[in-house]
């Protein structure tokens, strides 16, 4: 089967910076995603990790170690609109037949 | 590029009726379409693959009869709640991927609230 962990809830405050955990244990590993999900809003895609390593897009970074089902999403310079859920998904199963195993999400709250 | 349309974004209605929700890919063909839904404060739970000019896969327990899936073209795929109850309410969310990208990122509309009352 497929597991993915992710914090609940987390709390930072605006300009600091945040690391949002991901750990999975998942059969037919094709590759890690991270969304973020505003309050009543669709999913907006953040970034992708198929290798190990950081990618950086701006403010956003996301690691990926397959060895240890381990991710992390790191935001930098947090805002107040960086308030919001982050969704950690696994794709499952080869590719262009893949299909997108969430973990529960992290709630995160920036503070003043 | 790479936007997703939904609609209608929300809709009420009685217990017993059918709602069709409409997912269009504008600017890219997308062959895969996938339907999720997420209960309040909850992740998203994948219902079904749709896959154009074929039948769409279902995740288990959920019902292809209840939730009709067709994607009859590159751009669109409908899902149709039948005989909705109460418990059917939630927000219904499709994403598709872009045919042309070498990832599998998948791209979200913006979700449908349905309430059934």
């Known amino acids: 089967g497929q597991n993915i962990d992710q914090p609940t809830e987390m709390t930072a405050t605006e300009g600091a910076i945040v690391q949002i955990n991901c750990t999975y244990q998942?059969?037919?590993?094709?590759?890690l995603f991270w969304y973020q999900q505003h309050a009543g809003e669709a999913p907006t895609f953040l970034s992708y990790?198929?290798?190990?390593g950081l990618e950086e897009k701006g403010r956003f970074s996301s690691f990926l170690s397959r060895s240890k089902g381990y991710s992390y999403l790191l935001l930098k310079e947090l805002q107040m609109k960086d308030s919001a859920s982050y969704l950690c998904?696994?794709?499952?199963?080869?590719?262009?037949?893949?299909?997108?195993?969430f973990g529960q999400g992290t709630t995160l709250q920036v503070k003043p | 590029g790479a936007v997703v349309s939904q609609h209608p974004s929300w809709v009420i209605c009685k217990s017993g009726t059918s709602v069709k929700i409409e997912c269009r890919s504008l600017?890219?063909?997308?062959?895969?379409m996938f339907w999720y839904r997420q209960f309040p404060k909850q992740s998203l739970m994948l219902m079904a693959t749709?896959?154009?000019?074929?039948?769409?896969?279902?995740e288990q327990g959920v019902e292809k009869d209840k939730f009709l899936i067709n994607h009859a073209s590159l751009t669109l795929s409908t899902l149709t709640v039948t005989s909705a109850h109460p418990e059917d309410s939630s927000f219904y969310i499709c994403?598709?991927?872009?045919?042309?990208?070498?990832?599998?990122?998948?791209?979200f509309g913006p979700g449908t609230r349905l309430t059934v009352l």
């Open positions: 990790n198929v290798l190990d």
């Open positions: 998904a696994v794709l499952h199963g080869s590719s262009n037949t893949g299909k997108l195993i």
């Open positions: 749709s896959n154009e000019g074929s039948k769409a896969t279902y």
């Open positions: 994403s598709a991927r872009d045919s042309r990208e070498v990832t599998d990122t998948q791209y």
């Open positions: 600017d890219f063909q997308a062959t895969t």
């Open positions: 998942t059969s037919g590993f094709n590759g």
